[in-house]
């Protein structure tokens, strides 16, 4: 499927065209620390540039800062940005705390945190996972006592990314225990340099650091911080979990890298000597992940066009999330095979620049373990790939 851009859409692509080449810089190819350099050289320095420009966040309403596109315009200006290789924003503020807030807080709720989100000077992370409540998050235990015009806020959360670097919190608490699980749960806002906020790193697979455990001990967090109204914060949690679950999908960067392991596969051999190019198992499995990812491309442009019509994503967000991540594990998985022994060293230190004794192997699969690793997570965050065929075989096959 194919958008057909007007000529006002192709003049707004020659104007994105234009602001990411004179504002992202070339990305070192072995340097993730300091990939964007200059001006940019953060995810939040760049949030800043586009806030100067007014197009630090497409989704959002424009009455709240948002850039007043259409779903075309939106489409163009993500598939640009991937190709030009800009950073990201900070996805827990633009993408799951911005929207709740102001689809369901208060006037000073919004007046307080809608533009730091907006220029990037406040980051966010997202406190849902506990230990024993993952895909089950209905099971969580954190709990939130009212004192006066505080809750006392008690607990543990995990894997919460980013929560080392985070600003602020949206997390949920249990403020009711008498009712059905989804019930009594409420939704808060914790400015993380509470005291009694406690943060332990976790380092996972790829032997980074983005993720971490969380405690809560008799942290106090102000009534008023609380999004919505107590005891509903199962709907606004499901809220954030569909914005999370549509952008999961992510069909540009995943395209530009089957391009590149389509590449990989003219330089790298095959166990008998042939070019990967020249294996015939190994371009079956090319073809089949191509065919995959148009199929992805038309889900996405589905849902976009629903989007665009005033519908809601529907279980159509779990398809995107379940689709886009199987397809991102085998590109890393492909990868990986393709890089053979090259792929065996851990050389974080080099992709850091934080060593000068040399590469093993050629720059272009220094990354090959560490994408593979961490892609193993794809499945599992925004909720697991197998809850989601639970939400589809529920809510479209009435299962």
């Given at each position: 499927m194919d958008i057909k851009l007007n000529a006002a859409d192709e003049a707004f692509r020659r104007e994105v065209k234009k602001f990411l080449a004179e504002h992202v810089p070339p990305s070192p190819i072995l340097n993730r620390s300091q990939r964007f350099g200059g001006q940019i050289n953060t995810i939040g320095n760049w949030q800043k540039v586009l806030y100067e420009k007014g197009w630090s966040a497409p989704n959002w309403p424009k009455q709240y800062g948002g850039t007043g596109w259409n779903e075309t315009q939106k489409h163009i200006w993500y598939e640009e940005s991937t190709i030009a290789g800009a950073p990201g924003g900070n996805g827990f503020g633009l993408h799951m705390a911005g929207p709740v807030i102001y689809t369901f807080g208060t006037d000073a709720q919004k007046e307080q945190h809608l533009k730091g989100?907006?220029?990037?000077?406040?980051?966010?992370?997202?406190?849902y996972s506990e230990p024993g409540a993952g895909s089950d998050l209905?099971?969580?235990?954190?709990?939130?006592?009212?004192?006066?015009?505080?809750?006392?806020?008690?607990?543990?959360?995990?894997?919460?990314?980013?929560?080392?670097?985070?600003?602020?919190?949206?997390?949920?608490?249990?403020?009711?225990?008498?009712?059905?699980?989804?019930?009594?749960?409420?939704?808060l806002l914790i400015d993380m340099k509470t005291p009694g906020i406690e943060v332990r790193p976790i380092v996972s697979i790829d032997h980074e650091h983005h993720l971490n455990e969380v405690y809560f001990t008799d942290v106090r967090v102000p009534v008023t911080n609380r999004v919505g109204e107590e005891n509903k914060g199962w709907t606004y949690a499901k809220f954030v979990l569909a914005n999370e679950r549509t952008g999961i999908a992510g069909v540009a960067g995943r395209k530009i890298h089957l391009k590149k392991l389509k590449e990989l596969a003219s330089l790298e051999y095959a166990s008998d000597g042939r070019k990967l190019a020249?294996?015939?198992?190994?371009?079956?499995r090319l073809a089949d992940l191509e065919i995959r990812l148009m199929a992805l491309e038309i889900t996405s442009l589905r849902i976009l066009s629903d989007v665009a019509a005033g519908r809601e994503p529907g279980p159509g967000a779990s398809s995107l999330k379940i689709f886009a991540t199987e397809i991102s594990q085998e590109l890393e998985t492909m990868t990986l095979e393709a890089a053979a022994h090259y792929a065996l060293p851990r050389q974080n230190e080099i992709i850091h620049g934080g060593n000068e004794s040399g590469q093993i192997g050629p720059h272009y699969l220094a990354e090959a373990y560490i994408a593979y690793a961490i892609s193993r997570a794809s499945t599992i965050y925004g909720g697991t790939n197998e809850i989601q065929r639970n939400v589809i075989a529920k809510s479209v096959l009435g299962l």
């Open positions: 989100i907006l220029s990037g000077e406040i980051s966010w992370c997202q406190g209905a099971s969580l235990k954190t709990s939130a006592m009212r004192e006066g015009d505080d809750y006392i806020v008690n607990g543990q959360k995990i894997w919460t990314s980013f929560a080392h670097l985070a600003d602020w919190m949206f997390c949920l608490v249990r403020t009711d225990s008498s009712g059905k699980p989804q019930e009594g749960i409420s939704f020249e294996e015939e198992a190994f371009q079956r």
